[in-house]
């Protein structure tokens, strides 16, 4: 039992740094990001490669990872510059189906449909189980307090300032000499980095990847865990992360309660569970739990 | 033997197809500005209502077809009155994702039904043609004909009825559309209805061809958005133009990467075009 709860805070922490990452993108620059199992999927793989394949220690598996996914965020929000963000969450939504499609088809990098297994944990070998899911998460809830310090002080520095002004008004914020584009280009970056660093928590804890553990549906998980928690509110995020968490790890306890339906069955239940809970937080609650408080006090919209 | 007019036939049938559910993903694009991405439930939604007219019902594919466009028009119109419509005041970005969760929730409640198996259309066994070397099956004819038939239903609804041109009027612009006493609301809800049913339709007609499960409809997103944003979002003859490149393309993608890349040409194609000719090949105009 402990150790299923510290598996679960573990993933719960997975989630934070999602939260986190989808806070800068969306949150704070205002850019749609529904590639968000793409990036998680590629810090993954990046890290699991780094250190499976080429025997790199796990630090410079997660770095290579952070920089994978920024690289290739950077590059897709640089594409879709110049149109309006519809084009963003096209591509963004494209990119994740390709990734998931190189990640099941290109075997002889990714082992195909089976995954990558044995990604090394660090001292999983030194350690029982339990101490490992202990460690495990110790090091995540880490890694989220120094993700959200990070990303809160990205948020009330003049560039966090610069990023909303963006997002509530580009052309105001272009006016007033702030370089837009520059600027959406980095927080695309930023945040990206962070989804691929929780890809490769998420590899070098559970210690194998596949590609079905990379659907879409992940990217429902978060946006609704971002909007529970509070759009653009740094501790929303972490919170929302949590929430999620807590509704699907429940929504396992009470799914035996219910008899005469197949697993199927109650996974799809789960899922409708999930994106009606989405819809109607943003229609009764849109601003979320915790709503977005800038750091300076703004006269009222 | 020569691959390359199988292949180039191949493309134009299933480019024919494909321009169906496109044809409703940039109608809706064009009149309430947003992109829809619950096409995918609904083409899921139209290939299992046609399922069950062609199956539990008996009837042939072409009036089966007409169930798939009801039901997924009729699912569409309701789910955007509850879920969608109230959060486009919010902007578009909201509700796209909006669009994405209402496709979960309308997937699930598809598998919840019928599960995860994989379910085979009720089709006459016919031998295929063969003309000039290049292999067709009468089905593909028959899905290809039908097609057609919409497509020009289409356009002849969008030139000469007062409806068509009303959401022409609409998708220009807007406001000056209501100044002239065209209700946008009205214009809106007839546009999900008519764009829902097509990607019903077209659902349906793609999964004719294969076999059809929950996911169907997700994995023709790629395909769907990429002739929409290909022909320039928000246009239906690019909606039409885009497929067909994106169909072909699809085929002859086969000579140079694996099969299963196959969707995957979509995406390059949406890189290549944002690249080089970001408002598609037709722009963004509606008609």
Request: proline share 5%; aromatic share 8%; hydrophobic share 55%.
């Amino acid at each position: 039992m402990l150790s299923y709860l510290l598996a679960t805070l573990t993933f719960a922490g997975v989630y934070a740094l999602l939260a986190l990452g989808l806070n800068v993108i969306w949150g704070m620059a205002g850019m749609i990001n529904l590639g968000l199992a793409g990036f998680f999927a590629l810090g993954a793989y990046a890290s699991a490669l780094a250190t499976v394949a080429l025997g790199l220690p796990i630090l410079l598996g997660l770095l290579i990872a952070i920089a994978v996914a920024a690289l290739s965020g950077g590059l897709l929000s640089r594409l879709t510059l110049n149109l309006r963000g519809d084009y963003l969450a096209i591509v963004t939504l494209g990119f994740g189906e390709v990734i998931r499609l190189i990640a099941a088809n290109e075997i002889w990098l990714t082992n195909g449909s089976d995954g990558i297994p044995g990604i090394p944990g660090p001292f999983r070998g030194a350690l029982t189980p339990l101490q490992f899911n202990a460690l495990s998460c110790a090091l995540l809830l880490l890694a989220v307090a120094l993700a959200w310090l990070m990303t809160e002080r990205l948020r009330r520095s003049p560039y966090g300032r610069a990023l909303r002004a963006i997002r509530d008004d580009e052309t105001a914020a272009a006016v007033a000499g702030k370089p837009v584009r520059l600027y959406k280009v980095q927080a695309f970056a930023i945040g990206a980095g962070l989804l691929g660093l929780a890809g490769a928590a998420y590899a070098h804890f559970t210690s194998c990847v596949a590609p079905d553990i990379f659907r879409p549906l992940l990217t429902i998980y978060i946006f609704l865990a971002l909007t529970a928690g509070g759009t653009g509110n740094t501790s929303g995020a972490v919170l929302g992360a949590f929430l999620v968490i807590v509704i699907l790890e429940g929504s396992r306890f009470i799914e035996p309660m219910l008899h005469g339906m197949t697993g199927a069955q109650g996974a799809a239940l789960r899922e409708i569970i999930i994106g009606t809970a989405l819809i109607v937080v943003m229609r009764i609650r849109p601003e979320g739990l915790l709503a977005e408080r800038p750091p300076k006090p703004v006269s009222a919209p | 033997m020569d691959l390359l007019p199988q292949l180039l036939v191949n493309g134009i049938i299933s480019g024919t197809l494909l321009a169906i559910p496109a044809i409703g993903f940039t109608a809706i694009f064009a009149v309430l500005r947003f992109p829809n991405f619950s096409v995918a439930s609904h083409a899921t939604i139209g290939a299992f209502a046609g399922y069950a007219a062609n199956v539990w019902l008996g009837l042939p594919a072409a009036p089966a077809l007409i169930a798939a466009f009801l039901v997924a028009a009729l699912v569409g119109l309701v789910s955007d009155e509850v879920a969608l419509k109230p959060l486009r005041p919010y902007g578009a970005l909201t509700a796209a994702i909006a669009s994405i969760a209402l496709t979960i929730v309308l997937e699930n409640m598809v598998r919840f039904g019928f599960g995860n198996d994989l379910r085979g259309y009720d089709l006459p066994l016919v031998r295929d043609w063969r003309i000039a070397g290049v292999r067709v099956g009468p089905q593909q004819v028959q899905n290809f004909a039908l097609a057609l038939g919409i497509m020009a239903a289409v356009f002849a609804a969008l030139k000469f009825t007062r409806i068509g041109k009303a959401m022409r009027a609409v998708a220009d612009n807007p406001t000056l559309a209501e100044l002239k006493g065209i209700d946008p609301v009205w214009v809106g809800r007839l546009t999900v209805f008519m764009a829902m049913g097509l990607v019903g339709a077209g659902g349906m007609l793609l999964g004719l061809g294969t076999s059809i499960d929950p996911l169907t409809g997700f994995r023709f997103i790629l395909p769907i958005f990429a002739a929409a944003v290909v022909g320039g979002l928000g246009s239906i003859p690019g909606a039409a133009l885009g497929a067909m490149v994106v169909g072909v393309g699809e085929e002859l993608s086969i000579l140079v990467l694996s099969p299963s890349y196959k969707s995957a040409v979509g995406f390059i194609a949406i890189i290549l075009v944002l690249a080089f000719r970001p408002r598609g090949l037709l722009g963004e105009r509606a008609y």
